[in-house]
């Protein structure tokens, strides 16, 4: 029975080449996008570290090539014993079933009748001899009951035949019993020669396991060193990155009270918030100058509007009091025509009473 060991090999670099390559480019972005470590031009030590994560998966590759080629070549050799295993069963059944028809299978030792010879009746019984001839027997009314003149010789062939079946059962016994040993032998051979070429596969296989496990192991650690080297240049460029922003931060005037870092270089009447430290006194002087004219400014537009308003409130009143003497004048006027309409009525009434 062959046994199977089971490796662990690294993972398939079409399943990890997407995961690295956003990696990289989380990687890539985070350092072109930070102001502290972006420099113009080629990125040297980015480049360098190319280089190497070339130089290590090639390696991977090359032992993980070397991984399956061993284990091709052991497929390859067992594939190749279990064919020649095979070819050598097969001849040795061909054999076998050769000699036994050399042995047992005779022309002379068949029993059966043969279909394909037509005249084999013919030989066995010729034409008519005479009256003693053997090969007659009753019904051939050429030897009758009492007329057997040779019973001792037909006796005596009897045993003779008797004992050459006897002898030849004797010898297919011994022959069987010479084959079986042979057998037996032959197949303690077989059996040795299997599990010498067993014990042979199992220590190749584990010859190729130990490879392959040494090749595995050496991934590893060219892993854990590639890791170990980048978590290091990683510490590092932070470290450098920390000490690059204190000195930025002692150096710049992000810390100092410097007016001018506020000034916004595209737009000079606006200001950077995240630079900002404060109005200087000559602009809060400017803007409390600016409150007052505009406080001045309001008191007088609130005074100019007040004199509006009475203006507007003394010419509503004299607008109301015409309209009380227009209305009394109306008034009047009403009264002084219903008068005079009164009397002309009553002069028409007393004209026309005197007409009748």
């Not at 061993?70 to 497929?75: K, R």
């Not at 854990?224 to 204190?246: P, T």
Request: proline share 3%; glycine share 2%; aromatic share 6%.
């Amino acid at each position: 029975m062959k046994k199977m060991y089971q490796v662990d090999l690294p993972p398939d670099p079409k399943e990890v080449a997407p995961t690295e390559a956003r990696n990289q480019e989380k990687e890539r972005q985070s350092r072109f996008f930070n102001v502290r470590t972006r420099v113009m031009g080629v990125d040297l030590e980015a480049l360098n570290n190319q280089v190497e994560e070339r130089k290590l998966q090639e390696a991977t590759e090359r032992s993980k090539k070397a991984a399956y080629g061993t284990n091709q070549v052991q497929y390859d050799l067992v594939a190749q014993m279990l064919e020649k295993e095979e070819a050598e069963r097969t001849r040795r059944l061909a054999k076998k079933v050769q000699n036994f028809r050399e042995q047992r299978q005779q022309l002379r030792n068949r029993r059966e009748f043969d279909f394909w010879d037509s005249n084999q009746l013919w030989r066995e019984f010729p034409a008519y001899l005479g009256d003693n001839a053997p090969y007659y027997g009753q019904a051939s009314l050429q030897c009758f009951s009492g007329e057997d003149l040779e019973r001792a010789a037909c006796l005596r062939m009897q045993q003779e035949q008797f004992q050459y079946s006897l002898e030849r059962q004797l010898q297919e016994q011994q022959q069987a019993r010479v084959d079986e040993n042979c057998t037996d032998m032959l197949d303690d051979q077989l059996r040795l020669a299997v599990d010498m070429r067993a014990a042979q596969l199992a220590k190749l296989e584990e010859s190729c396991r130990i490879a392959m496990m040494a090749a595995t192991a050496n991934a590893n650690k060219a892993q854990a060193a590639k890791l170990a080297e980048r978590q290091r240049r990683e510490h590092q460029r932070q470290q450098e990155v920390n000490l690059v922003e204190v000195q930025n931060q002692i150096t710049s005037d992000l810390l100092a009270e410097n007016p001018q870092v506020a000034q916004n270089p595209v737009a000079p009447h606006r200001v950077l918030p995240y630079c900002w430290k404060g109005m200087t006194p000559e602009q809060r002087a400017t803007i409390k100058k600016v409150q007052e004219t505009q406080h001045h400014e309001k008191e007088a537009q609130r005074q100019a509007e007040q004199a509006l308003d009475a203006k507007w409130e003394s010419q509503a009143i004299n607008l109301a009091q015409a309209a009380m003497e227009l209305e009394e004048q109306e008034k009047e006027l009403c009264a002084e025509f219903r008068r005079g309409l009164g009397s002309f009525n009553q002069q028409l009434a007393k004209e026309q009473k005197a007409h009748r």
